[in-house]
């Protein structure tokens, strides 16, 4: 039986790699950090599960990944631990800059220094293309613009380094923006979702936002996750870009939401100068020609189908919620 550790298993991308994991057999150990309230709702469905297996630890605490490494001895590490906020990591750079990029560097020396034969992951993103227009590649240069990027940068080299001078089967997965359901409150395509849900139930009236200009290329997270998979069951380890190849700014999500609730955004949504960023990223659009044809990986769901099953979740939840 394969086992696999994924860093990040309560978060997003870590609950839906858990299921996908599990339902292919795989032998699942999760990195968790340790809180004073529980903060495993993400993946508290798959706690019955005998082959899921959970740990504490932390990118910040290298010896708890070292003592791991050594216990588990994986076959496969998926990177996705992260603090993943690109406007916290300008209010937090040193600790973004301790678990985003000195915390891939601890994990890779631990499986370095254990000798086993495993594959790793890591968790790259499109923030690494910043200021340089789309559309992006695997070839396309990068240029960060926070504190998150940079450090994600030195993340995605320090993988390919790991690569090249160890002969370590090690990959990062650049990914383009992508969510679900289960997003994370503060990211905008889901506040904008329970903003929505907030207003259909007459909760508030109104939804604060910044900068209404960039332009994201929005996926769907249980597509990407089988991705990442596929990453690590090739013959040769090479980085890919997972996308969908369209962009779409911030107010044209926001009007496919609000029109799927059957609302209007303009009569909702307010400025707030707080969502803006020092440096933004004004336009991330990828190209994934390269994971579909090597991977067979394709992105089936779109924005506009994305904002409806994402208004359809937190309106359904939030009636669930009021009727209790
Ligand atoms: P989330 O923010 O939902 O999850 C982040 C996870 O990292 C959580 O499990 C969190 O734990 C954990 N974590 C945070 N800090 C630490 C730490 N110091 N030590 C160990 N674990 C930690 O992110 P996503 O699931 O959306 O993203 C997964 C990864 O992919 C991240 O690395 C992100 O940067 C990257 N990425 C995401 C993209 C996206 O669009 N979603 C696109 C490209 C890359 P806790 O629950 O305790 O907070
Ligand atoms: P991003 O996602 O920065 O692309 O990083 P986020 O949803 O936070 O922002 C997208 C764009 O929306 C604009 N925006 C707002 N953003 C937030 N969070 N809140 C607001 O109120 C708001 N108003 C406008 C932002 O300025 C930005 O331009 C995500 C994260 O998941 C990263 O971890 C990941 O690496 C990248 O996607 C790819």
């Not at 790699?17 to 968790?32: D, F, I, N």
């Not at 200009?213 to 090739?234: I, N």
Request: aromatic share 10%.
């Amino acid at each position: 039986m394969k086992r696999a550790l994924i860093t990040g298993i309560t978060g997003q991308d870590g609950s839906y790699l858990a299921e996908l994991l599990l339902e292919k057999g795989y032998e699942v150990h999760g990195l968790v950090r340790r809180a004073s309230t529980l903060n495993r709702g993400r993946i508290d469905h798959l706690h019955q599960n005998p082959q899921l297996k959970l740990h504490y630890g932390d990118l910040t605490d290298g010896v708890s990944l070292v003592n791991l490494i050594y216990a588990i001895e994986p076959h496969e590490v998926y990177n996705l631990g992260a603090q993943s906020h690109v406007k916290v990591s300008f209010e937090m750079p040193e600790y973004t800059a301790s678990t985003d990029a000195s915390g891939t560097l601890r994990l890779l020396e631990a499986i370095r220094a254990a000798g086993i034969d495993c594959r790793f992951y890591q968790a790259s993103t499109s923030e690494m293309y910043g200021r340089t227009p789309p559309p992006q590649d695997e070839s396309t240069v990068f240029y960060p613009r926070s504190p998150y990027a940079a450090a994600k940068l030195y993340s995605h080299w320090v993988t390919v380094n790991y690569r090249e001078a160890y002969d370590l089967y090690a990959v990062s997965g650049i990914l383009f923006n992508h969510e679900s359901p289960r997003r994370g409150e503060s990211f905008v395509t889901r506040k904008i979702t329970l903003g929505v849900a907030a207003i259909k139930h007459g909760v508030t009236d109104h939804l604060d936002l910044g900068n209404l200009d960039a332009v994201r290329d929005w996926g769907y997270a249980p597509e990407y996750v089988e991705g990442m998979w596929r990453m690590l069951q090739q013959d040769e380890p090479t980085d890919c870009v997972l996308a969908t190849g369209e962009g779409h700014t911030v107010r044209e999500f926001c009007e496919a939401a609000f029109a799927h609730a059957g609302l209007h955004w303009e009569d909702h949504v307010r400025y707030d100068k707080q969502y803006e960023r020092p440096t933004e990223v004004d336009a991330l659009i990828g190209d994934a020609s390269k994971a579909r044809e090597l991977l067979g990986w394709e992105a089936r769901t779109k924005a506009g189908e994305l904002a409806r099953i994402m208004v359809d979740a937190d309106i359904e939840q939030m009636r669930r919620l009021l009727d209790s």
